[in-house]
């Protein structure tokens, strides 16, 4: 069965260093989501991408977050500088239509900024 | 301003019993409601979705109940089973961009044996 790829699964920092996260959608996969899940809450959308193209990237935190999708395909999701309220679990999930109905999510990245 | 607001916030139920859990929205603009199952270090897995056309829609011993005039909807597991055990939760969405979903604060089911 085809899944959503996201590495690492841990990553423990400290502030102000910089992080990154890579996913790999289901292969066909034209839509691809960042989200944040802090922890005893749902996940909240970071940034949202058709194609290499960002659709939404209002939640978003511009002065420290970037998301990319060069090629259409796999993304990353970079913080720098990390700060202590950063710590959550980042997921990634993809999905076929453009609706986002029906959408895969990864396992997720535990991210620790200490 | 939380749009979803889910409860309780934890469950405990025997083996066999029902478990319920209700969420409430507040934009009318909604019109998709996806539950979805969450187990430790996973991420979450849709499990069921409604929209607001019908009142009711049920996949084997899930079953999604939706009130529209309230804004209200609940999921029942039936015949719940230890292997139920997880976070659920509730979501709600325009049906033309479930990707912003506004999600539920989920519920922690514990199913005992």
């Known amino acids: 069965e085809a899944e959503v790829a996201q590495s690492p699964r841990y990553k423990i920092t400290e502030k102000s260093q910089a992080v990154a996260f890579w996913c790999d959608p289901i292969?066909?996969?034209?839509?691809l989501y960042w989200y944040r899940q802090i922890l005893g809450q749902g996940p909240e959308l970071l940034v949202q991408?058709?194609?290499?193209?960002?659709?939404?990237d209002s939640q978003l935190p511009k002065d420290r977050f970037s998301a990319e999708r060069l090629k259409g395909v796999d993304s990353t999701l970079k913080i720098q500088p990390a700060e202590l309220g950063d710590s959550a679990m980042y997921l990634c999930?993809?999905?076929?239509?453009?609706?986002?109905?029906?959408?895969?999510f990864g396992p997720g990245t535990r991210l620790t900024v200490l | 301003q939380q749009q979803v607001k889910q409860s309780p916030q934890s469950l405990i139920v025997q083996k066999g019993g029902i478990s319920i859990i209700n969420c409430a929205y507040e934009?009318?603009?909604?019109?998709?409601f996806p539950w979805y199952q969450q187990f430790p270090g996973k991420g979450p897995a849709l499990l069921i979705a409604?929209?607001?056309?019908?009142s009711e829609k049920k996949e084997g011993r899930f079953t999604i109940s939706f009130n529209k005039s309230a804004k209200q909807f609940s999921l029942h597991i039936m015949d719940s089973q230890p292997g139920d055990s997880a976070t659920y939760f509730c979501?709600?969405?325009?049906?033309?961009?479930?990707?912003?979903?506004?999600f539920g604060d989920g519920t922690t089911l514990t199913v005992k044996p």
């Open positions: 999930a993809s999905s076929l239509r453009t609706s986002g109905r029906g959408q895969f």
């Open positions: 292969s066909g996969h034209a839509t």
């Open positions: 991408f058709q194609d290499e193209s960002v659709v939404d």
């Open positions: 934009n009318t603009a909604f019109d998709y």
């Open positions: 409604i929209r607001p056309d019908v």
């Open positions: 979501a709600a969405s325009k049906s033309t961009n479930a990707g912003k979903s506004t």
